[in-house]
């Protein structure tokens, strides 16, 4: 089952798309809004995105968000205890099995792929 969404990238978008995908595990909801967040936070609010979810051939759920600004790229940061922000890729590499970016001319889009079945719907949930 594949999930594909065309949104604005802003503050109100996360509960939107969190609401989207609440027959998902809660480990795809996380990484999902952590990553739209990202953009919201790096490339800038209202920025349009696609987010997808997908099942990949050995099981894992594989979540997916383009957008237009192939520059800006996530950094794995140590956030101190005192940070304000800079935690979303480390929570993001602690939940995913393993994450990247794929680049184009004019997008990039930053995947990662967490254990388990794709969807709580799919387990009898």
Not at 10 to 20: D, S
Not at 42 to 69: A, K
Not at 84 to 104: K, N
């Amino acid at each position: 089952m594949t999930l594909e969404l065309r949104l604005l990238a802003t503050p109100k978008a996360v509960p939107e798309l969190r609401h989207h995908l609440r027959n998902h595990p809660y480990d795809v909801r996380l990484c999902a809004t952590e990553l739209v967040t990202n953009v919201i936070d790096h490339v800038g609010e209202g920025t349009p995105v696609t987010v997808r979810v997908l099942g990949t051939d050995d099981g894992r759920t594989r979540i997916e968000v383009t957008d237009p600004d192939s520059r800006a790229l996530p950094l794995l940061l140590r956030a101190a205890s005192t940070d304000e922000h800079g935690r979303g890729m480390a929570l993001l590499d602690a939940l995913a099995r393993r994450w990247g970016v794929e680049q184009g001319a004019d997008r990039k889009t930053v995947w990662c792929e967490v254990e388990g079945l794709n969807s709580l719907a799919e387990r009898g949930c």
